[in-house]
């Protein structure tokens, strides 16, 4: 049966608390969900925990070039840690600490933890004696020891020493275990030293094993304390379904071998965590997140898959996925959290979130996920300052794929409630989805009502539950096979090559009308496949699939159909290559109309709240003065022009900045409310637009609102085949590029260049979106997928930028990356190269001015 979602709002008194019901879609429930009573969350805005700490949004090899990831999506995420290779390392052929440390201050990054084992090129690493890698510590400490930010990095001498070097560490004869933790204390000390004799004031961490191991650190730390060498940061994995029942008693067993010691509460640091089942899933990292948050410690996602895709949260270089969008609610939370009370505390697949109060912005907000069903979110002690009525906002993010793009999260419900008289909001959620997340915002109502939310009907349907021809089911990422891909209902269909092979899915929708149909997919045929889609047997229409890493590393394809009333069969046959099929989402379709309240955006400075007003999100106004600035994450389907209004008043000019480049100006309206609006260039994916106030008042923003759909209109394309080419550079055929060709073999000399000529009507600031293949990928000794990103220097009238291009996992899946240029009115000379190796291949640019 599909797992069909509807909506419905009201408002009622339950027990002497304000009741809002939300109800939610439900898009991958995996069972029907029975208990007696209802479970409840509980969350007290009078218990502090203490400053939020955002400790838990680090990434192991999430960067791997500057660029990739794009900042659009690094710099919303204000991202603690990051652990990344030794300087020059050959354990994989990016991450470098170095080469990724611009472009991690750039976007306010913190602290670059060096794992310096990786400077070998194997796995497990090539044991070459002792006096081997102290020379190689020598070289990468003193490499860093010559920086100026040579105090941003933490060094992490021994990486999972007792799966590496030093084995007899995990066993249980005592005498190899001696033997092994004398040998590991022994090079400890040494590598210890060498680090502190060129940085005296070095931090280091450790001591890094797979997992907590009392024996080792019972005997380790009173050690490392009585000789000196005691580690500035404690680290160990947390990477099995386990973890998230066991890691509080592990943080708990460690603080006593602490105090036992005498040893000061030293920092931790869980510098490996979750599983590929996790990864990409928003209700299994708020899971993980809320574990290592509310107690306080730092924690970096595992590295399973490839390097530069924040550990498979983000799509494409700009392009977030599900997960990208909690990382960013999390990185939102501001203030303190307060104690929230799960109905299971530390129990593996379990509803757990985090709550937050920031009483100077007087708003609340609470994140979590993990379950199927309802869940009542009891809300207590909100503060007086609130006021007696409050907006509460429910948004979803759900579960996209490791590569299915995902839109800003749905708003399911804004609701005005009284807060009761014992100080209680209660938000009952009906039909949550397990693999979603979800958000709850409460702050002061203002004088309006918010505008209502307004889903569009939706329904999941499972491949394995559908009429299979040619395909077999197989079974995927679960708590028993925690190394599996995530994937809806934990089954999908694949063996689909027969010339037969078809899955058929019986939907039913409650109206005629167009209904978006997504699929959820994944290719590792070696280049893009095709299936046809038919509708009760009618005429067959092309769905393409983009490649992506693996069978089971999911994507989404969508394509618009129309339905009749009542009940359909669609059926998915086999077409060119081959695909293995997961679910498909079948939504109404609707005008794009996206509210992004000011009260929500990433501030700096120190701006007031107004929520005299509810404004159109329900969130109040946000007030600017000439310090202050508010950057929205504003997504984008599809690269083109939208209607972007900004409500807002001011006593003074304000801007509106996008990529770096002033595009709007927002005159002063002498307090009165305004709607201005605007025609904006969007790339795919997420898109920064900055308020900022450069000179005298103050701008009080409520909203930006994107409508209406992408246009193209005022796009200029050129075809890389026409393009100048110099050296060896060289058109080839190619029936996914756009023409059918497309230009290789640009760079590995200064020579190999390839030329556009680009018309500008006018001067200023350009999107120029490239169309490349990339697959270049390095042989590997390890488990990860070793993909290259390419560069290309772009120079444009003579001035030139370095631009990564992110692999797209064939040299026949073509994406865009966008490029943000400065034109001059008239033919602008834009040049592609690089002396040192080859660039990506190019299909096409487009170029397009900012502001339209």
């Known amino acids: 049966m599909p797992r069909t979602e509807h909506r419905s709002r009201k408002t009622r008194l339950l027990m002497g608390a304000v009741t809002v019901t939300a109800a939610l879609i439900g898009t991958a429930v995996t069972g029907p969900y029975a208990q007696a009573a209802t479970p409840q969350i509980t969350v007290d805005l009078a218990q502090s925990t203490g400053a939020v700490m955002h400790g838990a949004n680090g990434t192991l090899y999430g960067l791997s070039d500057d660029g990739v990831p794009g900042d659009e999506l690094v710099a919303p995420l204000h991202m603690t840690t990051v652990i990344q290779k030794a300087p020059d390392g050959a354990q994989h052929p990016n991450g470098d600490a170095l080469a990724i440390k611009a472009g991690y201050d750039r976007n306010g990054g913190g602290e670059v933890h060096i794992y310096m084992q990786d400077v070998y090129a194997q796995w497990p690493y090539e044991n070459l004696g002792l006096s081997d890698y102290l020379a190689k510590v020598d070289t990468m400490v003193r490499k860093v020891a010559a920086r100026p930010d040579a105090d941003d990095f933490v060094w992490v001498p021994f990486n999972e020493p007792d799966g590496n070097w030093y084995p007899g560490l995990g066993s249980s004869d005592s005498t190899k275990y001696t033997n092994a933790l004398n040998s590991f204390k022994s090079d400890w000390t040494t590598v210890y030293k060498k680090i502190r004799s060129i940085i005296p004031d070095a931090r280091i ?47 708990a067993a460690y603080r006593a071998i602490e105090k036992k010691a005498g040893i000061a509460e030293l920092p931790v640091s869980i510098n490996e965590y979750g599983n590929r089942r996790d990864q990409s899933v928003p209700g299994q990292m708020i899971q993980w997140m809320s574990l290592f948050e509310r107690n306080k410690v730092y924690a970096d996602q595992a590295y399973w898959n490839i390097a530069g895709n924040l550990n498979d949260n983000n799509a494409q270089t700009n392009i977030p996925n599900g997960t990208w969008w909690l990382l960013r609610w999390y990185a939102g939370l501001t203030g303190d959290t307060v104690k929230l009370t799960p109905p299971q505390a530390n129990t593996i697949d379990t509803v757990q979130g985090i709550a937050s109060l920031d009483s100077g912005r007087r708003q609340a907000q609470v994140l979590l996920g993990g379950t199927s069903g309802t869940v009542d979110t009891v809300i207590k002690n909100v503060p007086k300052r609130f006021g007696t009525k409050v907006n509460v906002t429910v948004e979803r993010t759900g579960w996209t794929g490791y590569e299915g793009a995902a839109a800003a999260p749905s708003v399911v419900s804004r609701t005005t409630a009284t807060v009761a008289a014992n100080g209680s909001v209660t938000v009952p959620l009906t039909g949550l989805d397990a693999m979603s997340a979800y958000r709850i915002t409460l702050n002061p109502a203002g004088s309006s009502a918010p505008e209502a939310a307004s889903l569009p009907w939706s329904a999941s349907y499972e491949a394995e539950s559908a009429a299979i021809t040619g395909g077999t089911v197989y079974s995927q990422g679960s708590v028993s096979n925690p190394y599996g891909f995530a994937t809806s209902g934990t089954k999908d269909v694949g063996s689909l090559n027969q010339a037969t092979s078809k899955v058929a899915f019986t939907v039913d929708v409650p109206k005629t009308g167009t209904y978006d149909v997504n699929v959820f997919y994944g290719n590792q045929s070696g280049g893009p496949a095709t299936q046809t889609l038919t509708v009760d047997g009618g005429s067959p229409r092309t769905v393409t699939y983009g490649s992506t890493l693996n069978w089971t590393y999911r994507a989404t394809a969508s394509v618009p159909v129309t339905l009749t009333a009542g009940r359909h069969t669609l059926t998915l046959a086999k077409g060119t290559n081959e695909v293995t099929l997961d679910k498909i989402d079948v939504t109404a379709s609707t005008a794009p109309d996206a509210v992004y309240p000011a009260t929500y955006a990433d501030i700096s400075g120190s701006p007031s709240y107004d929520y005299s007003a509810a404004g159109a999100g329900g969130a109040g106004a946000l007030i600017l003065d000439t310090q202050d600035k508010a950057a ?48 904006l260039y969007l790339s795919a994916g997420n898109n920064r637009i900055t308020a900022a106030v450069p000179g005298g008042g103050s701008v009080s923003l409520r909203d930006l609102r994107v409508t209406g759909a992408v246009s193209t209109t005022g796009v200029a394309t050129y075809e890389a085949e026409d393009a100048a080419r110099a050296g060896t550079a060289s058109v080839s055929a190619n029936s996914w590029a756009s023409g059918g060709k497309y230009v290789g073999h640009v760079g590995l000399g200064s020579g190999n260049t390839l030329t556009f000529q680009v018309n500008a009507p006018s001067a200023g600031r350009y999107v120029m979106n490239v169309r490349y293949a990339n697959n270049e990928v390095a042989g590997s000794g390890n488990y990860n997928t070793n993909v290259i990103s390419r560069a290309a220097d772009i120079t444009v009238n003579g001035t030139a930028q370095r631009v990564m291009f992110r692999n797209s996992y064939s040299w026949s899946n073509f994406w865009d990356l966008p490029v943000p240029v400065t034109l001059k009115a008239g033919v602008n000379t834009v040049s592609f190269g690089n002396a040192a190796a080859y660039a990506p291949d190019v299909d096409k640019v487009t170029v397009a001015p900012l502001n339209g």
Request: proline share 5%.
């Open 205 to 251: 961490a450790g001591p890094n094993e797979t997992r907590y191991d009392g024996r080792l650190m019972g005997d380790f730390y009173p050690w490392a304390k009585a000789n000196g060498v005691l580690p500035d940061i404690t680290t160990w994995h947390e990477l099995g379904p386990g973890s998230l029942s066991d890691f509080e008693s592990h943080l």
């Open 632 to 679: 929205f994450d504003v997504y984008a389907p599809a690269d083109g022009y939208y209607t972007v209004h900004a409500d807002y008043s001011s006593t003074g000019e304000a801007t509106l900045s996008l990529d770096g480049a002033r595009a709007a100006t927002l005159a002063a309206t002498q307090g009165q409310v305004t709607d201005k609006v605007l025609r």
